[in-house]
């Protein structure tokens, strides 16, 4: 089975505080995608990341692949109430065309 | 205009109830996807069309029935479901069913058997 585990899967922090979430795995990924979805629509697109060791900046958000293209890090710099939702990251293993979807990480920033 | 859009958002069923979800994209990709996200869990992957040829069936009831008459659109016909069947169930669309590295979702239907 291959699984996308996700850590933490709970994260309550302040408005103004840094965090990072991880997503990690046995299998190799061709690319990996981060998500965010708030209650009651469907995920949406944050990033695609493709080449090991690559690092993406979107804003205050900081997406990076793994060197061996088993795991990513999402980083938040500065966290801002309208961060809060769910991040997902999800990918497509090397000998499978499915996109399968980590067990998530619901974040919830206070002011 | 929405990308993906899913009809109805909300919907209650009982058991013996026959209903259907309504999916549509207007982004001219060639391969949709149902999910099912339950509480807990991580998104599953039940079907995939491509090119409407249902290409993936993740060992899915039968209760669960899909139809792509289009490229453009997607059904699943529900009957006889189950109250563990209650879950958000949510669309999505890509440019192709292999090699794809995105997906667009909808908004979801949120399903609760009774």
């Known amino acids: 089975t291959q699984l996308l585990e996700q850590s933490p899967q709970f994260l309550s922090i302040q408005e103004g505080e840094n965090l990072t979430v991880y997503c990690n795995s046995s299998s190799v990924f061709s690319s990996l995608q981060w998500y965010r979805q708030e209650p009651g629509e469907g995920p949406v697109l944050l990033v695609t990341v493709v080449t090991g060791g690559e690092v993406k900046k979107l804003k205050r958000l900081t997406f990076q692949f793994g060197d061996a293209r088993k795991d990513s890090s999402l980083h938040i710099t500065a966290a801002q109430p309208g961060d809060t939702g769910l991040y997902l990251c999800?990918?497509?293993?090397?000998?499978?065309?499915?996109?399968?979807f980590g067990t998530g990480t619901r974040l919830q920033v206070f002011p | 205009e929405t990308g993906v859009t899913q009809t109805p958002r909300h919907l209650v069923m009982g058991m013996t109830n026959k209903k259907s979800l309504k999916c549509e994209q207007h982004?001219?990709?060639?391969?949709m996807y149902w999910y099912k996200q339950s509480a807990k869990k991580p998104l599953e992957l039940m079907f995939v069309?491509?090119?409407?040829?249902?290409?993936e069936n993740n060992s899915v009831p039968s209760r669960f029935s899909p139809e792509c008459p289009n490229s453009s659109h997607l059904f699943l016909h529900l009957h006889t479901l189950q109250p563990e069947d209650s879950a958000l169930y949510l669309c999505?669309?890509?440019?192709?069913?292999?090699?794809?590295?995105?997906?667009?979702f909808g908004q979801g239907t949120r399903l609760t058997v009774v």
């Open positions: 982004l001219g990709h060639n391969a």
């Open positions: 999505a669309s890509s440019q192709a069913a292999r090699g794809y590295t995105e997906a667009f």
């Open positions: 999800a990918g497509r293993p090397y000998n499978t065309d499915k996109l399968i």
């Open positions: 069309y491509s090119l409407e040829e249902r290409v």
